[in-house]
């Protein structure tokens, strides 16, 4: 689903990107292959909303000088220390042609693993993937509840919707399940008695 998202030309510079933040806006550029680079700009609260609702990978509506563009958050530039947005870039999209986009992949059952004396130990958060832009998902849920201690998940085990394509090595590490301090311990403790 497509949202929309209200932006605005504005002109290069970095004093001017200073204002532009200071006046709770995000310096952004809008690009593509049927559209020459622009930059605009897009407001905080608009775009800390769409991120938090459908994550960076939903396709927008970006909404400029009356033209509506279809667009992916290609990359989001963050402050280091605050975590906050500096820099959006937005790439115009063709739902008849095929784009790469980067996937987070979000982890649901650690608590179960945790509970069994492992911890996840992640290698990969995100999976470069290939498909149309409609039909590429939001993000890659992996459900960890039945790994065992030891136990390692490779790009190879995810099951991707049909049409859609990985870049990633199949044999890419996406995280392992290792054993925690404490349950070491514990293990040691019960083979002692």
């Known amino acids: 689903m497509a949202v929309d998202i209200n932006a605005y030309t504005r002109k290069p510079g970095k004093n001017y990107n200073l204002n532009l933040r200071r006046e709770g806006k995000i310096p952004a550029v809008l690009y593509g292959k049927n559209v ?3 930059p605009i700009c897009v407001s905080e609260k608009d775009a800390t909303n769409i991120l938090a609702r459908h994550g960076g990978s939903s396709i927008c509506n970006l909404i400029i000088n009356g033209s509506t563009f279809s667009a992916i958050i290609k990359e989001i530039q963050r402050d280091p220390v605050s975590g906050e947005i500096l820099h959006m870039d937005f790439q115009q999209v063709s739902f008849n042609e095929k784009i790469e986009k980067d996937v987070p992949i979000v982890v649901t059952g650690e608590g179960l693993v945790e509970s069994k004396g492992g911890i996840i130990q992640h290698q990969l958060r995100e999976l470069l993937l290939v498909g149309y832009p409609q039909n590429l998902p939001e993000e890659i849920n992996v459900d960890v509840s039945n790994l065992k201690i030891g136990d390692t998940l490779f790009v190879r085990d995810i099951r991707l919707p ?9 044999d890419e590490v996406i995280l392992s399940v290792i054993y925690t301090r404490a349950s070491e311990v514990s293990e040691e403790e019960q083979n002692e008695a």
Do not use: A, F, H, V
């Open 36 to 38: 020459s680079s622009t």
């Open 162 to 170: 049909e049409g859609i394509e990985t870049k990633e090595d199949p």
